[in-house]
């Protein structure tokens, strides 16, 4: 028997590179279809009793037979009258005209977890929208998008970022604290480094269960004016 699931629900959510760090949660408030609160999802009013389809007979289907010249084949559909359901409401109720679902807003609020990658997709079961008299609801899908950061970028777990620092300081060498993301860094740059040479920070990178590192490339600012 055809159930008539409720259908799916995709949205599309852009996240900061921070967030995509570390993982975070969003809330998303989604105009959908919901079982209705006056029948509960039967479709009938008054707790009146659901009697059988008198034209599926139950089957929330009907199979139609089609003839050409030579062949014979028969295909089956879902039964309008029941939608599907088997069943009929021996006293519909007028919120929801017997389908029982109705539409208002919902917010769902979804976990996203550190190191998801952009263009993935997040499936939360049953968050779409509700079916037709209280059969399954659909699926709600969640396609990530993740903002370019100027400073920082990805690879794999890694944060690689392109560190600038001035030609003295490449030559002495020293201590330094860089800002990045939701703290401070502290750096020691040997002296001599070169344009192209990466310090590498253990552990500091996407948080995810394997935990990457945090790659400073550097670049020599070589004043045009000496």
Same mark, same amino acid.
């Given at each position: 028997?055809?159930?008539?699931? !409720?259908?799916?629900?995709?949205?599309?959510?852009? %996240?900061?590179?921070?967030?995509?760090?570390?993982?975070?949660?969003?809330?998303?408030?989604?105009? /959908?279809?919901?079982?209705?609160?006056? #029948?509960? *999802?039967? !479709?009938?009013?008054?707790?009146?009793? =659901?009697?059988? #389809?008198?034209?599926?007979? !139950?089957?929330?289907?009907?199979?139609?037979?089609?003839?050409? %010249?030579?062949?014979?084949?028969?295909?089956?559909?879902?039964?309008?009258?029941?939608?599907?359901? !088997?069943?009929?409401?021996? @006293?519909?109720?007028? /919120? #929801?005209?017997?389908? *029982?679902?109705?539409?208002?807003?919902?917010?769902?609020?979804?976990?996203?977890?550190?190191?998801?990658?952009?263009?993935?997709?997040?499936?939360?079961?049953?968050?779409?929208?509700?079916? =037709?008299?209280?059969?399954?609801?659909?699926? =709600?899908?969640? /396609?990530?998008?993740? @903002?370019?950061?100027?400073?920082?970028?990805?690879?794999?777990?890694?944060?690689? #970022?392109?560190?600038?620092?001035?030609?003295?300081?490449?030559?002495?060498?020293?201590?330094?604290?860089?800002?990045? =993301? @939701?703290?401070?860094?502290?750096?020691?740059?040997?002296?001599?480094?070169?344009?192209?040479?990466?310090?590498?920070? @253990?552990?500091?990178?996407?948080?995810?269960?394997?935990?990457?590192?945090?790659?400073? /490339?550097?670049?020599?600012?070589?004043?045009?004016? %000496?």
């Amino acid at each position: 028997r055809k159930t008539n699931r !409720g259908t799916d629900i995709s949205v599309a959510v852009t %996240l900061d590179f921070i967030d995509m760090v570390y993982g975070t949660t969003k809330t998303i408030n989604l105009n /959908k279809f919901i079982t209705c609160d006056d #029948c509960g *999802g039967s !479709g009938a009013a008054d707790n009146s009793k =659901l009697k059988e #389809c008198k034209i599926c007979h !139950g089957t929330g289907e009907i199979a139609k037979e089609n003839k050409s %010249l030579w062949n014979r084949f028969i295909t089956v559909e879902a039964c309008k009258e029941c939608l599907a359901t !088997g069943k009929i409401p021996e @006293k519909i109720c007028h /919120k #929801c005209n017997g389908s *029982g679902i109705t539409s208002d807003y919902r917010n769902i609020t979804i976990n996203i977890p550190a190191g998801i990658q952009n263009g993935e997709i997040l499936v939360v079961r049953a968050a779409g929208n509700a079916g =037709l008299r209280s059969v399954a609801s659909g699926d =709600l899908f969640i /396609k990530i998008y993740i @903002k370019p950061n100027e400073k920082l970028s990805r690879s794999a777990d890694n944060i690689i #970022c392109n560190l600038g620092i001035k030609v003295t300081d490449a030559i002495l060498g020293g201590h330094f604290n860089i800002p990045i =993301l @939701k703290e401070s860094i502290k750096i020691d740059i040997p002296e001599g480094i070169q344009s192209g040479d990466e310090i590498k920070i @253990k552990n500091r990178g996407i948080q995810t269960p394997r935990k990457g590192d945090l790659i400073f /490339k550097i670049k020599v600012n070589i004043p045009k004016k %000496l």
